[in-house]
C-alpha cells in the first residue's frame, strides 16, 4: 500500500539544524510530488514547501526562504527537508504528504516531532 | 500570497445535524481547494479536492462546492466519528499552498 515512514523524533538547540526524511513506498515516487507541512503545538496547518520528485524542482512558502531546503533521493525513493538556524517557533509536529495530480496532499507519514529547546 | 479563511472557527453540533463549513480565499483559485480532515494526535485526512470531487474510500455524508473565491464543505448528516477540526487548502498559479486557519467541530 502506498505509504510514507518518516524519521524519528529530533530535539535540537537554538540555532541547529535538524533534517527530516520520509520514505515513500507503493507508488512510483518520480510521477508525484512531495510537500512538508509543520504544526505548532494547539495550532494550525502551516505548509512549508514542495519538491518535485521528477525533476527536483522546489518551491518554498516565503517565510522560510533561506533557512528550508527540500531535496529527494529517487534511488531510495526518500524526500528530505532540512531547517536551519533553529528557533523555539519551529518546534511543530513536521508532516511530509505527497501531492497528487490535483495539487492536494492524499497521502500523508505520521509526522515527525522536532523540539528546539536550550 | 493568497490568503484564506474560514468560518466559522468552532461549531458546536449534533449527531444527524447538518453542518457547512465556508472557506474563501482572497483571490479566485478557481477550483484549486481541498479539504481535510484532522482528529487530535494525528495526520490530516484528504477529503475533497479540486473542490467538490469526493477522496477515494470518504464517506458520501461528505461533500464540496464552490470555484473562484467562495468554497463549502458540507457533511450531510454528522456522524460521532466526524467530530474534529477541518481544514480547506488552496493551490495558486505560484505554486504555492495556504491552508485555512481551521474549523473545529465539536459536541453540541
Known amino acids: 500500500q502506498v505509504q510514507l515512514v518518516q524519521s524519528g523524533a529530533e530535539v535540537k538547540k537554538p540555532g541547529a539544524s535538524v533534517k527530516v526524511s520520509c520514505k515513500s513506498s507503493?507508488?512510483?515516487?518520480?510521477?508525484?510530488?512531495i510537500s512538508w507541512v509543520r504544526q505548532a503545538p494547539g495550532q494550525g496547518l502551516e505548509w512549508m514547501g514542495w519538491?518535485?520528485?521528477?525533476?527536483?524542482?522546489?518551491k518554498y512558502a516565503q517565510k522560510l526562504q533561506g533557512r528550508v531546503t527540500m531535496t529527494t533521493d529517487t534511488s531510495t525513493t526518500t524526500a528530505y527537508m532540512e531547517l536551519r538556524s533553529l528557533r523555539s517557533d519551529d518546534t511543530a509536529f513536521y508532516y511530509c504528504?505527497?501531492?497528487?495530480?490535483?495539487?492536494?496532499?492524499?497521502?500523508w507519514g505520521l509526522g515527525t516531532t522536532v523540539t528546539v529547546s536550550s | 500570497d493568497i490568503q484564506m479563511t474560514q468560518s466559522p472557527s468552532t461549531l458546536s453540533a449534533s449527531v444527524g445535524d447538518r453542518v457547512t463549513i465556508t472557506c474563501r480565499a482572497s483571490q479566485s483559485i478557481s477550483s484549486w481547494l481541498a479539504w481535510y480532515q484532522q482528529k487530535p494526535g494525528k495526520a490530516p485526512k484528504l477529503l475533497i479536492y479540486k473542490a467538490s470531487s469526493l477522496e477515494s474510500g470518504v464517506p458520501s455524508r461528505f461533500s464540496g462546492s464552490g470555484s473562484g473565491t467562495e468554497f463549502t464543505l458540507t457533511i450531510s448528516s454528522l456522524q460521532p466519528d466526524d467530530f474534529a477540526t477541518y481544514y480547506c487548502?488552496?493551490?495558486?498559479?505560484?505554486?504555492?499552498?495556504?491552508f485555512g486557519p481551521g474549523t473545529k467541530v465539536d459536541i453540541k
Open positions: 487548502q488552496q493551490y495558486s498559479s505560484y505554486s504555492l499552498f495556504t
Open positions: 519538491i518535485s520528485a521528477y525533476n527536483g524542482d522546489t
Open positions: 504528504a505527497r501531492v497528487n495530480y490535483y495539487y492536494a496532499l492524499d497521502v
Open positions: 507503493g507508488y512510483t515516487f518520480t510521477n508525484f510530488g
